[in-house]
């Protein structure tokens, strides 16, 4: 089953009240992140990228508890039983979903290191990455919108420190260019 399909069986279109509130939240945080930026407090580029984790956050909550049809209460609190039934049974398919988590909070990986000053990015990536699938997968239990299981929140954690990592390595590596430049106009 491909992406779109997966995507379109467990998802219904947003309700009206749904996209206000989408909407709403969103106008929050620029009104928050104008009056950060305004006391200087943050620069524009953190504003920036504060508000696009803020719609991205929306959105991942959005299609993976908001919009999905209620069901029963399911939960696998085996870990790594995806992978032992990708090795064993050779489930591709599900190999397929456990990368596609791993990519989920990937650019919320990204966004991070440019919102947020830290010395250890992937660290933090990898914490807070943690935390928001955290509170995707209580929420699934909760509103029984999909399976709770501890997977998802590892391969969800690695995506986030993998943006993270390849943000700080284009970093790096955009710095070193600078100085080689400067250095052959000396």
Not at 26 to 35: E, Q
Not at 92 to 107: D, R, S, V
Not at 141 to 160: K, P, Q, T, Y
Request: proline share 2%; glycine share 6%; charged share 15%.
């Amino acid at each position: 089953m491909g992406i779109l399909q997966i995507f379109m069986q467990h998802h219904r279109s947003w309700t009206e009240r749904e996209i206000f509130c989408f909407f709403a939240v969103l106008a929050v945080g620029l009104l928050v992140s104008a009056w950060l930026t305004r006391r200087g407090r943050i620069c524009v580029s953190q504003a920036v990228a504060g508000l696009l984790l803020l719609a991205f956050l929306g959105l991942v909550f959005a299609s993976t508890v908001f919009t999905r049809m209620p069901s029963q209460r399911r939960y696998e609190l085996v870990l790594f039983w995806s992978w032992r039934e990708v090795i064993i049974h050779r489930d591709w398919g599900l190999l397929e979903q456990n990368l596609l988590n791993c990519f989920l909070l990937f650019p919320m990986g990204l966004l991070l290191p440019i919102m947020m000053k830290s010395r250890s990015p992937m660290i933090m990536g990898f914490l807070m990455g943690l935390l928001v699938s955290v509170s995707i997968e209580i929420c699934q239990l909760v509103f029984c919108r999909g399976l709770f299981e501890w997977d998802d929140m590892i391969h969800n954690a690695l995506g986030s420190m993998l943006g993270c990592m390849v943000l700080d390595r284009a970093a790096a590596w955009t710095k070193r260019i600078r100085r080689s430049k400067s250095a052959e106009i000396q």
